[in-house]
């Protein structure tokens, strides 16, 4: 079990909402990475924070937006939500240094349903 | 990063060690290979990763090929707790290209 916990665990919105996961990094990890997941598929890449900037961006459109606040928790924004966003979100952290051949860990997931 | 290739399916005994393995015949030569396991409805779980020397932890062995075109990821003594899907995954370090790029893995089935 990692120290990467993310809230809510599952959420239900309408189409064209909008909404905020969050996710809090492991003790000590600068670096936190977003991902998408639909059913049946490998987990894909939507951005990563690093000291509170983006450094790097996945396939994702603009309405999918980050934040990484000075503790290193982080949030994603979806904003006018569509039916194909219903997916399970994936937080994961990784250890300072950005050269350094580290591993990533990740937290169980926010399960999000647009109707 | 390199695109990799994996089974889609395996079995194994339970006890038995189970042999993963994974394609990555364009792999570059700072990337790493890195391995991840995902449960149903979890989150993946690291497992293991290597550059070109095989390497062993509690939970796995990593086997390279001598041209790093291809890898085996080792569980030498199944259970039936190791069902998942297992990803094998290519990795630069290259600043902004620090992303994991799951494919779609393979599920390995411990029948007891």
């Known amino acids: 079990e990692t120290g990467v916990t993310q809230s809510p665990t599952h959420l239900i919105k309408t189409r064209g909402q909008q909404v905020t996961l969050r996710c809090s990094s492991q003790s000590g990890h600068n670096t936190v990475s977003w991902y998408q997941q639909a059913l049946g598929q490998g987990p894909q890449f939507i951005f990563q924070?690093?000291?509170?900037?983006?450094?790097g961006r996945g396939n994702f459109p603009p309405r999918f937006s980050g934040l990484q606040f000075p503790n290193y928790s982080s949030e994603l924004n979806v904003n006018a939500l569509e039916l194909d966003d219903s997916a399970l979100y994936l937080c994961?952290?990784?250890?300072?240094?950005?050269?350094?051949?580290?591993?990533?860990?990740f937290g169980q997931g926010t399960r999000l349903t647009v109707v | 990063d390199a695109k990799t290739t994996q089974p889609p399916s395996m079995d194994c005994a339970e006890g038995r060690a189970a042999n993963l393995p994974c394609n990555h015949s364009?792999?570059?030569?700072?990337?790493?290979v890195y391995w991840y396991r995902q449960i149903h409805s979890q989150g993946p779980q690291y497992i293991i990763h290597?550059?070109?020397n095989n390497e062993t932890n509690e939970m796995a062995s990593l086997i390279i090929t001598e041209d790093r075109k291809s890898s085996t990821l080792i569980l030498p003594h199944a259970t039936l707790r190791d069902t998942a899907v297992y990803y094998c995954i290519v990795r630069s370090l290259d600043t902004g290209r620090r992303a994991l790029t799951f494919g779609s893995g393979t599920r390995l089935q411990v029948q007891p």
């Open positions: 364009t792999i570059s030569g700072n990337e790493y």
């Open positions: 924070y690093y000291r509170e900037e983006e450094n």
């Open positions: 290597g550059l070109k």
């Open positions: 994961a952290s990784s250890p300072k240094g950005e050269r350094l051949a580290t591993e990533a860990f």
